[in-house]
Structures are given as structure tokens and as C-alpha cells.
């Protein structure tokens, strides 16, 4: 499906849900870009269509005005994927345009590469349960597809020092909430560095230029259809059945 349905430069949306930031970051085909978030409160329902209606509004343009939309598709919070995903595949499908999804993990990455960070970076989500889903990433040069260093995973605090083990000695700067909530066992690997809390959340911004990173290098939007959740794990509602069938 054609990121604009013609030769025409489109507008950009970018939809981030994935974990306790609601936002949303619009880019008119002039270059024109702004950004709208909230943290810390989970209305996601409540926010989204809000946020995207007000941001269209400051930049005078009307849904149809959007050629893609972008969406953050997990790991992360299990209400908020479903309806930042939702949320996506109804306007493109109502629209007639593709949307392009991007993990919370590589978000992240790009954010703290457009920060100025270099070298090793760990993206860190909170996933609850005292785990978080984890990857680390090497960025040379700013715009450089980073080189993974560790393939995403689901770990525990403990099972995640482990594994950074064999980085010991080398800086790795730690991002994300996961990284924040766990910053003191992190600290316990030889040059891990959880950095400030301005790089704690995925953010539309961050998203919106992976995007278009990604389509100027020729990725395709997806069919609505197309796109799905990463969730990485049962939901909590599930995994307390089991247990109490177990019991």
C-alpha cells in the first residue's frame, strides 16, 4: 500500500500508546511538526483521539490531509498497544492509507541516538512482574541503522546483568523506564550508565522520524490488516488464570 495513495507529499502521523505516554506527533508534508504527550496517568482511551484532533487542529489540517500512520506496537503496557494499534488500523483503513509499525525498543534507541548518545545503548521497557523486555543497540553516526548487540528478550533484572556481563567495561547508556525502575542493578555492571529521565519513554517524535527514516529507505506502509500488537507474553488476565487452574 502507498505510504500518500498518490505521487503527492502527505502528512505524518505517529500513534505512541505503548506504555505509560499517551502522545501523538503530526509532520504536514511542509515539514511542519508538533507533538502532544501525557505521562503518568494511563488514560489512554481518553487522551488519543483528543491529542490527534487537537494537533491537527494547530496545524490546520483534516484527517484526510494524513498520508501514513505511524504506531508504536509493544512491548509494552497490554491496554495501551490495543488501543494505540486500534486506534492506527481504524483511521488508515477509513482513509485509505498504510501504517508502519515500530517497536517501543527500536523508538527508544532512535530517541537516544537523536539525543547525541553513541556507542551502546540499552533500550529497557518496564514490563511488570518485576521483568522488563530489553535489547541493546550500537549507534556509530547520527541516521545509521544501529547494529543489534543483544536481541530483545523478556528478563528479569537479574537475568538482564547477566547478560550485559559481556559489555562489562564498556559504557552502555541504559534508556527507558525499565532502565529507571532497575537503575541500581544496572549500576552493578561496569560501565552501565541508566541516563536521565527525559529518555524514560518511547516519544511520537522519536517514532515519527524512525518512520521516515524507514520510508525513505523504501520500507512500505503495511495493510491495516496487517498490523498486530507485540506483546511478548500472555496478558496478566490470562497468566492468573492458569495459575489459579494450576492451583
Known amino acids: 500500500m502507498?505510504?500518500?495513495?498518490n505521487d503527492a507529499?502527505?502528512?505524518i502521523v505517529a500513534i505512541e500508546t505503548a506504555t505509560e505516554t499517551v502522545g501523538v506527533a503530526v509532520r504536514t508534508a511542509a515539514g511542519v511538526q508538533a507533538e502532544l504527550t501525557l505521562t503518568g496517568r494511563r488514560r489512554h482511551v481518553e487522551t488519543l483521539t483528543p491529542a490527534l484532533e487537537h494537533?491537527?487542529?494547530q496545524l490546520d489540517l483534516v484527517p484526510g490531509d494524513l498520508g501514513v500512520v505511524g504506531v508504536d506496537i509493544g512491548p509494552g503496557l497490554f491496554t495501551g498497544l490495543r488501543v494505540g494499534v486500534a486506534a492506527a488500523k481504524g483511521l488508515a483503513q477509513a482513509l485509505g492509507i498504510g501504517v508502519v509499525g515500530a517497536t517501543s525498543l527500536d523508538i527508544l534507541t532512535a530517541g537516544a541516538g537523536a539525543a547525541g548518545l553513541r556507542g551502546l545503548v540499552l533500550a529497557c521497557v518496564d514490563a511488570?512482574?518485576?521483568e522488563v523486555f530489553a535489547t541493546v543497540h550500537e549507534i556509530d553516526v547520527a541516521g545509521a541503522v544501529p547494529r543489534v548487540r543483544l536481541p530483545t528478550g523478556l528478563f528479569t533484572p537479574e537475568n538482564l546483568v547477566v547478560a550485559l556481563d559481556v559489555f562489562a567495561g564498556e559504557t552502555v547508556h541504559a534508556v527507558g523506564d525499565g532502565a529507571l525502575r532497575y537503575a541500581d542493578?544496572?549500576?552493578a555492571v561496569p560501565g552501565t550508565d541508566p541516563e536521565a529521565p527525559g529518555l524514560?519513554?518511547?516519544t511520537p517524535a522519536a517514532q515519527l522520524n524512525l518512520i521516515r527514516a524507514r520510508l525513505a529507505a523504501g520500507e512500505p506502509p503495511d495493510a491495516p490488516a496487517a498490523v498486530?500488537?507485540?506483546y511478548m507474553r500472555e496478558a496478566d488476565a490470562v497468566s492468573n488464570y492458569d495459575r489459579a487452574v494450576r492451583a
Open 55 to 57: 494537533l491537527l487542529a
Open 9 to 11: 507529499p502527505r502528512a
Open 228 to 230: 498486530v500488537p507485540l
Open 185 to 187: 542493578a544496572l549500576r
Open 128 to 130: 511488570r512482574r518485576g
Open 2 to 5: 502507498s505510504a500518500a495513495g
Open 200 to 202: 524514560a519513554f518511547p
